[in-house]
């Protein structure tokens, strides 16, 4: 050897750090998936909008049923497929008659052909209505639409008048329809309709 040259020093191998970063004293443990599921629950009911959406649907859970109620002629949470559009028709949504026809496929019991069951309905409906597919109007609306057609300002509409307005424009009711909605619309004894309370007991 030269002189002057120095041998190269051998340098250790290092050894590489194996403990998991779950384990490592350095490193925080991530929160299971229990816990973050918890966790965005809590955050959303502290959200003032998930809330205010929340109480939206559950408003628009009740409307969907108390309308279906006033068809359930057997009071066993079940109505005739043609009851469909009527009942669309009382939330003040204006379907047309393919829009009916693709819900009551969907919605159709399976085992009694002819019937909706009331749970499988009020889920598709809420979920179209909520999307913004098929918007129902609103009871001011309604009563604006009511008092274009009373000219006389009594706050009523005869039956035939109201039978010829919804006789006519692109989706006509068909004859059941009307029957089933005069049947809900018409005072007892009278062949007129008080439209705020028709109107009452559609939203409320």
């Known amino acids: 050897m030269a002189d002057g040259q120095k041998t190269p020093e051998k340098k250790g191998t290092e050894k590489p750090n194996d403990t998991p970063l ?3 004293g350095s490193t925080e443990q991530r929160p299971s998936s229990g816990n973050v599921d918890g966790i965005r629950k809590s955050v959303a009911t502290l959200d003032p909008q998930s809330q205010a ?23 066993n949470k079940t109505v005739d497929v043609r009851e469909v559009g009527t009942i669309l028709r009382s ?6 008659e393919a829009e009916i026809q693709e819900i009551i496929v969907s919605v159709e019991d399976q085992e009694s052909p002819g019937s909706v069951h009331l749970d499988r309905f009020l889920g598709h409906v809420v979920n179209i209505i909520s ?15 009511f008092q274009t057609l009373d000219l006389d300002g009594t706050g009523y509409i005869t039956k035939d008048a109201m039978a010829a307005l919804m006789k006519e424009g692109p989706e006509p009711f ?18 007129h309709i008080n439209y705020e309370l028709y109107i009452n007991q559609i939203m409320v």
Do not use: N, W
């Not at 628009?60 to 006033?70: P, Q």
């Not at 939330?91 to 047309?96: A, E, I, T, W």
């Not at 068909?174 to 062949?191: F, N, S, V």
């Open 131 to 145: 999307e913004y597919k098929m918007q129902p109007a609103s009871a001011e609306e309604l009563l604006k639409a």
């Open 53 to 75: 959406r929340a109480d939206m649907m559950a408003e628009l859970e009740k409307r969907v049923i108390e309308a279906f109620e006033i068809f359930d002629h057997g009071a």
């Open 22 to 24: 779950s384990q490592s």
């Open 174 to 191: 068909t004859d059941e329809e009307l029957e089933e909605m005069m049947g809900a619309a018409i005072e007892p004894g009278t062949d």
């Open 91 to 96: 939330l003040g949504c204006v379907p047309s």
